[in-house]
C-alpha cells in the first residue's frame, strides 16, 4: 500500500487550515472522501437521477441497477448469504434503533435481560434503556478490565439464560479496544439471545465476515467508511428479518394497500420505507470498490503501525495520559495535565491538526475513566508517520505554551 497516492486520492487533504497542511486526525468521527467516490455520486445526479423501483423508463431502470448494485456490493464486502440480508437505512443509529424497535419489542419482555458494555457508543446505549424502560427487562453490563477491555469469563457470568439480547461494539470509538465478537456470539447462541454488533469503526478498517462472526445483527455508517454521509447498512439473518414487522410505513415498502389493511414488500425493501438513499447507495458502492483496491488487511496493519508510533512519541511527553489497550485499532484518546481537552483541540487547529475532543458520545466510559472529557487521534489509511510527527509536534507546543501561561 502506496500511502502517498492513497492520499493523492482524497482532494480535502490537498489544502492548508490556518496557514498550515492539513492534518486530518477525525476519522472515527467521520472520513474523508476519494474522488471516486465523488464523482460516482457526481455521475448520478448529472447522468441519471430519477426514482428506482418504479419506474419502467431509462432513467428509473439505471438509477435502480445502481442502487441495488450497490447492495450486491455490501452483500459480498461482509460475506452475507444474501441481499435479503442487507438493509440501506441512514447509518449505525438507526439499524440499532430499528433492532431495539422491531425484533426488541417483539421478543424482550418484563424480567428478560439485555447485555452490553460501558464502553459502548451512545448509538448502543440509549435504544436498549428505552426498550427496558418500555418492557420491564433489565439493562445489564459486561465489565470492563483497567485497560479498557472485557473478558470471556465476565461475559459468562453476564450472559445468562434470562437474556435475549448482547449488544457490543466491534470497535471502541475511543479506546480502540477490539472486541471478541465471534467468541460473544457463541456465548449468547448457547443462552438463547441474540448477537447485535456496532460495526460503526470495525467494518472501514477491517474485513469483516459476518457469516463468520455469527452475528445475527451487524450495523455500520458508510461515512466512516469514505461513503457519502446519510448511508448505512443493518445486516441481519433473513429468518430473524423476516418475522420482524417495519417501524416505517408509507411508499416503497408496500406490497399492497387496502382502505383498512396493507401487507408488506418482501426483505429487504419492506424496511425501505419512501425514496431510498439513492445517491448514498451508489456512493457506498464506490467507497466498497475503492476500499477493496487498496485492501483491507493493508488498511489495518497501516492504522495499528501509526497507532503504535504516535503511542510512542507521546509517552515521551511528560504529563500526557493515553487511555486504552496496548493491542488497539488505530485510535488514540489521551488526556494532557492541566490542558482541557476542547483547549487542547483548538490550539492543535491553530497548526492545521484536526482533532476530536469532548465525550465521543461515550459518557459512560468517561465516568469510568473518571473524566469529564478527553481527545482523540484517530488515524485512516490517507494518513502518515510525517502526520504523527506533526501531531506530537504540535501536541508539546501546546504543552508549552499552557504550562507557560499557568507557571
Given amino acids: 500500500m502506496n500511502v502517498l497516492d492513497v492520499r493523492r ?36 445526479y448529472k447522468r441519471y437521477n430519477s426514482n428506482v423501483h418504479r419506474g419502467v423508463h431509462t432513467l428509473g431502470s439505471m ?32 439499524a440499532i434503533n430499528l433492532i431495539a424497535s422491531s425484533y426488541g419489542r417483539a421478543n424482550v419482555q418484563e424480567g428478560d435481560e439485555i447485555v452490553i458494555t460501558p464502553m459502548e ?26 485497560d479498557g477491555t472485557i473478558t470471556l469469563e ?21 479506546l480502540g479496544t477490539i472486541n471478541p465478537v465471534k467468541e460473544l456470539a457463541q456465548i449468547a447462541h448457547q443462552h438463547g439471545a441474540v448477537m447485535v454488533v456496532d ?3 470495525s467494518v472501514p478498517h477491517m474485513n469483516v465476515d459476518v457469516q463468520d462472526l455469527d452475528a445475527d445483527f451487524y450495523a455500520f455508517s458508510g461515512h ?23 417501524v416505517e410505513f408509507g411508499g416503497e415498502m408496500i406490497d399492497f394497500v387496502g382502505l383498512q389493511d396493507s401487507t408488506w414488500k418482501e426483505l429487504p425493501w419492506k424496511f425501505e420505507g419512501g425514496t431510498p438513499i439513492i445517491a448514498g447507495a451508489i456512493g457506498l458502492g464506490a467507497a466498497i470498490d475503492f476500499l477493496k483496491d487498496v485492501g ?41 495535565d492541566d490542558v482541557h481537552p476542547h483547549d487542547l483541540a483548538t490550539s492543535l487547529d491553530f497548526e492545521g491538526i484536526a482533532v476530536r475532543a469532548g465525550h465521543h458520545c461515550a459518557q459512560p466510559l468517561m465516568k469510568w475513566l473518571d473524566v469529564t472529557a478527553t481527545a482523540r487521534a484517530s488515524f485512516y489509511l490517507y494518513n502518515t508517520e ?10 508539546k507546543k501546546t504543552k508549552e505554551y499552557f504550562g507557560d501561561v499557568f507557571s
Fill in 386 to 395: 510525517e502526520d504523527v510527527d506533526v501531531f506530537v509536534k504540535g501536541l
Fill in 63 to 94: 438509477a435502480t441497477d445502481g442502487y441495488e448494485g450497490a447492495r450486491d456490493k455490501v452483500k459480498a464486502f461482509i460475506n452475507a448469504n444474501s441481499t435479503k440480508e442487507v438493509v440501506f437505512l441512514r447509518g449505525t443509529t438507526t
Fill in 154 to 174: 465476565d461475559a459468562r457470568e453476564t450472559i445468562t439464560e434470562k437474556t435475549k439480547i448482547v449488544s457490543v461494539m466491534h470497535v471502541s470509538n475511543v
Fill in 224 to 246: 466512516k467508511m469514505c461513503a457519502p454521509t446519510g448511508i448505512g447498512v443493518l445486516y441481519g439473518k433473513q429468518q430473524l428479518l423476516e418475522r420482524m414487522e417495519p
Fill in 9 to 44: 486520492q482524497f482532494p480535502i487533504l490537498d489544502q492548508e487550515v490556518n496557514g498550515h497542511r492539513l492534518v486530518y486526525l477525525d476519522s472515527a468521527a467521520t472520513s474523508q472522501k476519494p474522488i471516486q467516490v465523488i464523482e460516482a455520486v457526481e455521475d448520478y
Fill in 199 to 201: 460495526g460503526a469503526q
Fill in 296 to 336: 483491507l488487511d493493508n488498511i489495518k496493519a497501516h492504522e495499528q503501525k501509526l497507532a503504535a508510533y504516535a503511542i510512542e512519541q507521546m509517552r515521551q511527553i511528560d504529563g500526557v495520559d493515553i487511555y486504552g489497550p496496548e493491542k488497539r485499532a488505530g485510535v488514540v484518546t489521551f488526556n494532557c
Fill in 121 to 146: 457508543h451512545h448509538s448502543n446505549i440509549i435504544p436498549w434503556q428505552q426498550l427496558a424502560k418500555a418492557t420491564g427487562a433489565t439493562l445489564k453490563y459486561i465489565p470492563l478490565q483497567p
